[in-house]
């Protein structure tokens, strides 16, 4: 191939550009820290070499909690951690599995090392852990990105190995968990994805030991990392059959080379005997389900709502490879790949939107996918190759790229900021914050109310058709505690589940289809919120007097009160602030027979006080 040289520069580029955004985000010291999957990954390495309670994980948990006070707690076990269930021996089974600790482990025992020969705690969880770790997804990402150049660069054109390299490296989510959310599986399984896809080519060229070994270890430990990867077994199986004749031929091969074959699946095999280990001296059983009730669902995946939809969506957040599936409508040009990869592709996508939450939180876009870049990246090469034949069409394909790439860079520092939370994201609120430098309050009203905000510009005030102060109110929440004004206000009590306010009939104020009703309530909220995204409900629903129509709208409460920035998961307490938001008037809703019900949902146990409810009638100009 010519010009070789290009993929060379881009891989430096890529390596200087994760280092400075790593260091730039700075959050090396807090995702594993705060709990979560990160945590649950690492906490093999410090529970089994320094604190020995691989067992119960009681001093890993207070040890962590010195750096981290105010991570989320389970009410639901004595351990008070998500990452960790009991065994029926009493003994906390660590969920996730073991492969992930694995190839951490060399830059756990350099941090310790740090840590010893400095004043840092040796601990498991002071600085210099948490930067060697971190550090880790780096160093992996980057060595499988050599490997899949020298893939690459073997089958295209090495300016086509180098956009698609620059590609998978800045314009997808791998970015994403390579620099920003470093301790998630996601970085090392696309190492061990790009290291099968060379070793599987290497071996069926060379037949070299070395390369079965390297295969056997990749599937080995992409299986340790998540079981139900084990369909990459698929690549290094049906890598190079494209027809009948050349499946008789590797059946022959196996017969030829079975020796290289048996040592790989050894290998693979010896891959899983450390969690088979774990499992049995923890919980009495070799093989355990950690996960409880956290399942897969094979007879109902969500694939369109994986793919499409804008929590987490796949292609909303990396849309660029959106390339790479047409790509593969042209995978023949490349026939030795055609088989393992569509396959796998098409099993991998049905089984990950099998799971139980297939917009999979803690992430910027779908997370699971990041893994398949490494084989995405043929059917991406392929395309390009082929627009790069023509002057117009490189153009346009390198200006769209160019756009893809700047968004997805954006996109992760608005996700870094609060200012775009993908995992909570609706439609309106994701055009709301489409490339905005700073979140706004009508973003966050969107994305709970799941419309767009109202042209207040196209609108005009009719009247007032309800108000609140509470001053002579006969609610038993009536409460003079604080008010905004007056003397009284309605009290929500951290053990009030639902709070109903009230209720009012439509029928006097002459609504229209296309009218709006603006509501407005001032709040205030007794503690912060404790879950990203969740909070008290201020609910406005339609009501139909025989209940069979009924349309709901609620905001968050205290995400909205005190905060400038307008964070999607903080406010302030103890001060009073207003919330405001537009609802419409549909063709539904029959003023004649309908109600507007006004009501809390409070769930997390916090205090809320509201004063000052007022609903008005506006109008187009």
């Not at 700075?26 to 604190?51: C, N, Q």
């Not at 020969?117 to 040796?122: E, H, V």
């Not at 899949?148 to 590609?167: G, S």
């Not at 790949?337 to 799971?355: A, E, P, T």
């Amino acid at each position: 191939m010519k010009n070789v040289g290009y993929s060379k520069v881009v891989l430096g580029f890529l390596l200087a550009v994760y280092l400075f955004s790593f260091f730039q985000f700075d959050r090396w010291g807090k995702f594993i820290r705060d709990g979560g999957d990160s945590w649950g990954y690492y906490a093999y390495l410090p529970a089994l070499f320094i604190h020995n309670d691989l067992d119960n994980l009681q001093t890993t948990v207070d040890v962590n909690e010195i750096y981290n006070k105010n991570r989320r707690t389970n009410p639901t076990n004595d351990l008070g951690i998500y990452e960790a269930n009991p065994a029926d021996n009493g003994n906390f089974v660590i969920k996730y599995t073991i492969g992930v600790a694995t190839l951490q482990l060399p830059f756990f025992f350099i941090g310790h090392t740090v840590a010893s020969l400095s004043a840092f705690p040796t601990d498991g969880f002071s600085d210099p852990y948490m930067l060697m770790i971190h550090l880790s997804s780096i160093f992996y990402v980057f060595l499988g990105l050599i490997f899949l150049r020298k893939v690459l660069v073997k089958h295209f054109e090495d300016n086509v190995t180098a956009l698609t390299i620059l590609v998978v490296g800045l314009a997808t989510n791998l970015f994403y968990f390579t620099t920003y959310n470093t301790g998630m599986a996601h970085a090392y399984l696309f190492f061990l994805y790009c290291m099968l896809l060379y070793a599987t080519v290497k071996w069926y060229e060379t037949k070299a030991v070395r390369h079965a070994v390297m295969v056997g270890l990749a599937c080995g430990m992409i299986t340790l990392i998540r079981p139900v990867e084990i369909i990459c077994l698929i690549i290094p199986i049906l890598y190079g059959i494209s027809n009948i004749h050349e499946l008789q031929q590797r059946l022959t091969d196996y017969i030829k080379n079975y020796k290289g074959y048996l040592l790989a699946i050894g290998v693979y095999i010896l891959c899983g005997i450390s969690q088979l280990i774990y499992w049995k001296i923890v919980t009495g059983e070799f093989f355990f389900y950690s996960y409880t009730h956290e399942t897969l669902d094979l007879t109902n995946p969500k694939i369109i709502k994986g793919l499409f939809q804008f929590n987490n969506g796949w292609l909303i957040y990396t849309p660029v490879m959106i390339l790479s599936l047409m790509g593969l409508l042209f995978l023949w040009k490349k026939k030795q790949f055609l088989l393992s990869v569509v396959l796998f592709i098409g099993l991998h996508i049905y089984i990950i939107y099998s799971w139980y939450n297939p917009n999979y939180s803690n992430s910027f876009g779908s997370r699971p996918m990041v893994e398949t870049y490494a084989l995405l990246a043929i059917p991406f090469a392929i395309f390009s190759g082929m627009l790069f034949k023509k002057v117009l069409t490189k153009f346009l394909l390198l200006l769209l790229i160019s756009f893809f790439l700047f968004l997805n860079i954006f996109q992760t520092w608005q996700t870094s900021k609060g200012i775009l939370w993908p995992e909570d994201a609706r439609r309106s609120y994701y055009w709301a914050s489409f490339l905005k430098t700073k979140l706004t309050y009508e973003a966050l009203i969107v994305n709970d109310l799941k419309i767009g905000f109202a042209d207040t510009s196209n609108l005009k005030y009719v009247n007032t058709i309800y108000e609140q102060g509470f001053e002579d109110s006969l609610l038993p929440q009536k409460s003079s505690m604080t008010t905004n004004s007056g003397n009284f206000a309605f009290h929500m009590k951290p053990d009030d589940v639902l709070a109903k306010i009230d209720i009012f009939a439509l029928e006097p104020f002459q609504l229209q289809p296309g009218d709006w009703l603006k509501v407005t309530a001032f709040f205030n909220s007794r503690k912060p919120m404790s879950l990203r995204m969740h909070g008290t409900r201020f609910v406005t629903r339609f009501l139909r007097d025989d209940a069979s129509y009924r349309k709901t709208y609620f905001v968050r409460v205290e995400n909205k009160l005190g905060d400038p920035t307008y964070s999607p998961f903080w406010g302030a307490t103890n001060v009073w602030d207003s919330i405001y938001y537009f609802i419409p008037v549909t063709e539904k809703i029959n003023p004649q027979s309908d109600n507007l019900v006004i009501y809390l949902e409070n769930d997390f146990q916090n205090e809320i006080l509201v004063d000052d409810i007022k609903i008005e009638h506006w109008i187009k100009k």
